[in-house]
């Protein structure tokens, strides 16, 4: 999205966030204002309230009654973690696109009554001919989306979220555990029922709460390491990630 077209708070919100990573606002500096933000951006101040609560939500700011908005210390224990799960050189295989009701963990997930209708998305990621994860997504059905084009060329969860409703008003978590494959998903990475796997589960959500996907991801020890940092450093592009041992 050019910069032109992104909302006025989220252009507010990114030239703040790149003034603070530059250390022109550094811990414990006072932001500009909101009557000076307005004016500066010719925006209202429900606007730069918007744009101030992205960055509170980002921890990079805080709130002080009464005084206004100041640059936070960095969390060293707050950890960004770089996770792709389609990585460049990698290969995808769409094993399944289908519409079924909504059972057990997916339908808790997304907040939906058991036999509610979703959609249901599977795909093998590849090294060359070799499986390193598989992944089941599933997205609340809505007549028409998402379409066989946005699953081909977008392959990557986030990317399936109809962004022409919320644009960059969403977030993903992700929870990672170990896990063992089940007999269908051991088949479809070439393994025996059992052996062990890194479950990574990711829920997007939009800002105002709603639920709009799921997925379960099973990566194998040859998918490599995961990689993350702190501080101020986790709005920074990650590194490539190296080559490494998995889960095991």
Known sequence: MSDEARPIYARIADELRAAILARSLGPGDALPSEHELASRYDASRVTVRKALNVLCS?????????????????????????????????AVRHRRMEIVEARGEAAEALSLAEGSPVVHLRLVVLDGPRPLACEDKYLPYRKGFPTIESVTHNAEFPELVDRKLYRIAMHCDLRLGPARLDAERARLLGRKEGEPALLARRLIQSDGGRRLGYSLAYLLEEYGELSGSSGYAIYKPAADSKPAAGPG
Do not use: A, N, T
């Open 58 to 90: 980002e921890r990079l700011v805080q709130s002080r009654q009464g005084k206004g908005y100041f640059v936070r210390e960095p969390e060293y224990s707050l950890y960004s973690l770089s996770f792709d799960l389609i990585r460049p050189g990698h």
